[in-house]
């Protein structure tokens, strides 16, 4: 299965992605993850992103489908894998069509006060990448990892002023990719209403969109 989890920034596709891949033994791949890992170990991909990346830019095109389609590519993606953060504009969804094709996107639909209030509370593991929210989902012990007793810090860009132009830029580039991913009959959307949704909730409707889709799939085969 190769599925594209889609939504605004803390809309919840990397919890969502981290804990549904797993289930299905595929990777969840994050472009995110994939710079921050880069930038860590000096890698020149992930110096080149950082300047974007810290004012809440999108990286440009070049940079991000050549190293996707590197990993896309690997492997272990030989079954499928969920890409989370991939793509966010037009050009990039162009791009993966020529590279692979997708079976699914879920398009994880939540109101901008709720994104605006996780963002600001939300930490991350300097060393799994596990994400916890301060007001949410609170780790056990204050500022370490309940999973790999990590450090937890907050991201440069899960500031307030870069969370408002991260918002801008999702409205402006990457929400047209919901019509072009509905021009190829592909898209499922999942609603987000509760601000205290848990994680475990979410993953619930995730599945659900994914069985719904491949009941779809399957009713609509000519084989
Ligand atoms: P994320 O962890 O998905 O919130 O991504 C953090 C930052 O990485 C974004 O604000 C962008 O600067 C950059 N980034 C991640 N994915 C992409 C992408 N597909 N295209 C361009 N920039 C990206």
Request: net charge negative; hydrophobic share 35%; glycine share 6%.
């Amino acid at each position: 299965m190769r599925k594209i989890f889609l939504g605004a920034p803390g809309a919840g596709k990397g919890t969502a992605a981290s804990r549904i891949a797993p289930i299905k033994n595929i990777p969840h791949i994050s472009t995110g993850d994939l710079f921050r890992e880069n930038l860590k170990n000096n890698i020149e991909v992930g110096q080149k992103a950082k300047a974007f990346m810290d004012r809440g830019e999108l990286v440009p095109n070049e940079i991000v489908i050549e190293m996707m389609k590197e990993r896309i590519l690997g492997p272990d993606c030989e079954n499928g894998f969920i890409l989370d953060g991939f793509p966010r504009t037009i050009k990039q969804a162009e791009m993966l069509k020529e590279i692979l094709p997708i079976d699914a996107v879920i398009n994880i639909d939540i109101p901008d006060e709720i994104v605006i209030k996780r963002l600001c509370s939300r930490v991350i593991c300097r060393d799994c990448g596990e994400i916890f929210n301060l007001i949410g989902i609170p780790p056990q012990q204050e500022g370490i990892c309940d999973k790999c007793q990590g450090k937890l810090y907050q991201r440069d860009d899960d500031k307030e002023e870069v969370i408002q132009n991260r918002l801008n830029i999702y409205k402006e580039q990457t929400k047209p990719l919901i019509d072009f991913y509905k021009n190829l009959g592909i898209i499922s959307d999942v609603k987000v209403t509760d601000p205290n949704q848990t994680p475990e909730e979410l993953v619930e409707k995730v599945l659900n969109a994914i069985r719904e889709f491949n009941k779809d799939l399957k009713e609509n085969s000519v084989i």
